[in-house]
Each structure stands twice: as structure tokens, then as C-alpha cells.
């Protein structure tokens, strides 16, 4: 039987475990979160950091669809994870991930996505650029 001293009730979220570098948005109607990885980046990967915090920074001004903005999101923050880890990147895994970021931007960046932002075109075709040859 339950004790009625011990019994809880909660209107939102409940951890009953450790919570590290969790993000957490409740009761919001539309929400955008960043979240900075402050660990040192391997030699030599200095600039793919920085081209991609900047294309985290400008991705959700981009207007794609929810979808292919999560993927955008997922696949940036795999290239990150992959030059932020002790020791040398994994080249595949690296690779494959700027490749991903890539496909996903292609299609705003060659104007096949509809009902992108104004000047978006422009800054994927920019970021596709950036990531081009850089792996």
C-alpha cells in the first residue's frame, strides 16, 4: 500500500538519475536550444569547430523543415562529438557525418526545399562550400 507521506505528484519532469548536459524545454510552444561543447578540439580540426558552432548558431533561422533541421542538428553535433574526443578523430565516422550535413543542406541549397528563409540558399550553398574538402 502506499505511504501518503512518501507519495509525490509532479506536473512535469522527474529524474530519478544522474542528469548531466541534458537540455530540457517544458510547457514551451516553440523552443530552440544551443548548447556549447567546450572541450578541446583535436589539432588540425580548429576550423571544422568553428564552421560548425557557426552553422548550429544559424541553423534554425534557416526555415527547414523540423525533420531535416534535427538531422542538420544531429549530424553537426557527431562531427563535434568526433573531433572533441581524446585522442585522433575517427576518419569514417567524421566523414560520414560532414557527408550527412552536407546531403541535408543540399536540397536548400540548390532551391529544391520550398518555403525555406530568405537567403537561405545562399548560406547553405556557403556552408556546403565550407565543409567541402575539409575532412
Same mark, same amino acid.
Given at each position: 500500500?502506499?505511504?501518503?507521506?512518501?507519495?509525490?505528484?509532479?506536473?512535469?519532469?522527474?529524474?530519478?538519475?544522474?542528469?548531466?548536459?541534458?537540455?530540457? @524545454?517544458?510547457?514551451?510552444?516553440?523552443?530552440?536550444?544551443?548548447? *556549447?561543447?567546450?572541450? &578541446? !578540439? $583535436?589539432?588540425?580540426?580548429?576550423? +571544422?569547430?568553428?564552421r560548425?558552432?557557426?552553422?548550429?548558431?544559424?541553423?534554425?533561422?534557416?526555415?527547414?523543415?523540423?525533420?531535416?533541421?534535427?538531422?542538420?542538428?544531429?549530424?553537426?553535433?557527431?562531427?563535434?562529438? @568526433?573531433?572533441?574526443?581524446?585522442?585522433?578523430?575517427?576518419?569514417? *565516422?567524421?566523414?560520414? &557525418? !560532414? $557527408?550527412?550535413?552536407?546531403?541535408? +543542406?543540399?536540397?536548400?541549397?540548390?532551391g529544391?526545399?520550398?518555403?525555406?528563409?530568405?537567403?537561405?540558399?545562399?548560406?547553405?550553398?556557403?556552408?556546403?562550400?565550407?565543409l567541402?574538402?575539409?575532412?
Open positions: 500500500m502506499n505511504d501518503p507521506q512518501n507519495e509525490h505528484h509532479s506536473q512535469g519532469p522527474v529524474f530519478n538519475a544522474e542528469v548531466s548536459g541534458a537540455q530540457l @524545454a517544458w510547457n514551451n510552444g516553440e523552443v530552440t536550444q544551443n548548447q *556549447r561543447n567546450n572541450s &578541446a !578540439v $583535436a589539432p588540425g580540426f580548429e576550423a +571544422l569547430a568553428e560548425i558552432e557557426d552553422l548550429l548558431r544559424q541553423l534554425p533561422q534557416a526555415g527547414l523543415a523540423d525533420r531535416d533541421r534535427e538531422d542538420a542538428e544531429s549530424a553537426a553535433r557527431d562531427v563535434l562529438t @568526433a573531433i572533441t574526443r581524446p585522442g585522433p578523430p575517427e576518419e569514417g *565516422r567524421l566523414r560520414r &557525418a !560532414v $557527408a550527412l550535413l552536407r546531403g541535408v +543542406l543540399a536540397p536548400v541549397a540548390t529544391v526545399v520550398a518555403g525555406t528563409a530568405v537567403g537561405a540558399q545562399e548560406w547553405a550553398t556557403a556552408a556546403i562550400e565550407g567541402t574538402g575539409i575532412v
